[in-house]
């Protein structure tokens, strides 16, 4: 039985696999604001409950953020406290000498759709996960492309406008427009410039979905945001297919979902810009695995420390 652990900002996740990727039993627990070693003890105790309970034989987890194989930090930044979070330590502590494997999200949800999704079959594939941020899970000639740092695929700082703006440093220029929260952001932005404009984006709580609901009711400032969104998507995949020649990129993340329904669109913008004969050869798709990507990537994991 291999045990997959998926860490959000705001739950975890847990999964019971067999080494063939049958999911026999899944449990979610909501973070409730946990910060620190709250969070760690609430892993700590998650696995020693599993593993008393089933005859685990290694552990996979999956962490928003980097992972440093070097040391068995994490840097999380959803997660107050986790700057240098010695995770696989406290881990192997309480594991009773069950190996335990650990990489960031990004890198977990390609090896999740490698197993049991959309890159099955695959031997370079991307997924390119649009949430809160935006980061992209490499696989190239079979193996998961991590850099020199663990920090590839933090696509998220992709220029692709200039002039630089000050609010890129935070985000970076591809995240702070076409993120989830850059959506929002600009279309707050756009509803303070838009001359005679008394829509729904000029009150402060603005989320992605808000955007979403006011395009499909022809709201000019949502119109613009998810134009300008799609170009940025389609830019960005164009320069992942130049960059990679890769067999499939994968759409995953909370913003597709409602996102999914532009994937033609932002197809018909790569081929604008990308290299035209890897352009021609790419297949562009949404998750086959959705919300359950990361925890498939982290049983993945898990099979790869048995080996």
């Known amino acids: 039985m291999l045990l997959a ?20 039993e899944e449990e979610r627990i909501a973070l409730n604001h946990r910060s620190g070693d709250e969070v760690g003890d609430l892993i700590c105790v998650s696995i020693s409950t599993f593993i008393n309970r089933q005859a685990i034989s290694s552990i996979g987890i999956c962490v928003p953020g980097i992972y440093y194989q070097e040391d068995g930090k994490v840097w999380a930044p959803n997660i107050q406290g986790w ?10 502590a309480i594991s009773k000498g069950i190996p335990v494997n650990i990489d960031s999200d990004r890198a977990c ?8 999704g959309a ?6 594939a991307i997924f390119l996960a649009v949430g809160t941020g935006i980061g992209a899970g490499i696989m190239c000639a079979g193996q ?39 959506i929002a952001k600009q279309a707050k932005l756009l509803a303070v410039e838009m001359e005679n404009y008394e829509g729904p984006f000029l009150r402060d709580d603005v989320t992605t979905h808000d955007v979403f609901a006011a395009y499909d009711h022809n709201d000019p400032v949502a119109q613009q945001v998810i134009a300008a969104a799609i170009e940025l998507w389609g830019m960005a995949i164009a320069n992942l297919v ?3 020649d890769t067999e499939k990129i994968i759409f995953g993340g909370g913003v597709f979902g409602p996102a999914t329904r532009f994937i033609s669109e932002i197809r ?20 086959a695995l959705g919300d359950k990507a990361g925890l498939y990537g982290a049983g993945r994991l898990a099979g790869s420390s048995k080996q």
């Open 144 to 182: 998961i492309l991590r850099g020199a740092h663990d920090i590839a695929g933090a696509i998220g700082w992709l220029a692709l406008e200039r002039p630089f703006r000050d609010r890129f440093i935070s985000a970076g220029c591809f995240e702070g427009m076409a993120s989830g929260a850059g």
């Open 5 to 24: 652990i998926d860490l959000g900002g705001t739950k975890l996740a847990l999964a019971v696999f067999t080494d063939n990727g049958e999911l026999l």
């Open 119 to 124: 890159a099955q079959g695959c031997s370079d």
């Open 109 to 116: 949800y390609i090896l999740g759709e490698s197993w049991k």
């Open 268 to 287: 018909k913008e790569a081929e604008k810009w990308a290299q035209p004969i890897s352009m021609k050869l790419v297949k562009i798709e949404a998750s």
């Open 83 to 92: 700057e240098s979070y010695p995770l696989k330590e406290r881990i192997e």
């Open 242 to 244: 130049s960059l990679f």
